[in-house]
């Protein structure tokens, strides 16, 4: 008889402590603790194999995001963390894919893969920083800064009005679209 159908090894149950690398260093009261931790919750309630789970980012505050969860990561280029996940979901199906993009990285320098990739609908969970600002270049305009809101670019006030991303990612034909806030960890995690 197999040893292994003998004395099978116990099931790990993954925690939130397997997920944990380093402590975040992001500004004090920013949402892209929440958008974490939540993840890694919601990575816990479906007890999701780290060895088979990948997060990709862009650039800009969100693009840390990778290096505090306890998973494999890829940090790529400005606005084009999508191309990345694609080529990692054609190459490796069985991945689960999670895709950190803030509102500029997705919305401007890649917002030409964000609709292609929406097109595809390859299977990956796109999750969109919102912040309405370049915050990590210190309060620059974004595509979703809102109308009149100063900034270092625009110090007299945006004069467009925002760009809005769910309206974007519905129109581009998006299979499934949710919102939420980083301060509702539950309404995270149920999605």
Known sequence: MNAELKNPEPQQTLTL????????RWCVGC????????LKRFMVNHQLALESTVNVSGIGCSGRAPNYINTYGVHAIHGRAITIALGLALSRPDLKL??????????SIGGNHFIHGINKNFKA????????LYALTK???????????????QPYGTYLE?????RLALGAGASFVASTADWMPDHFTSC
């Open 17 to 24: 402590k397997d997920l944990h690398t380093e402590n975040p």
């Open 31 to 38: 949402g892209d603790f929440g958008i974490v931790m939540g």
């Open 98 to 107: 999670f895709i950190h993009s803030g509102d500029g990285d997705a919305l």
């Open 125 to 132: 969970v796109f999750l969109l920083y919102d912040n309405e």
């Open 139 to 153: 309060s620059q305009t974004s595509p979703t800064t809102r109308k009149g809101h100063k900034t270092n670019t």
């Open 162 to 166: 925002p760009l809005n991303a769910v």
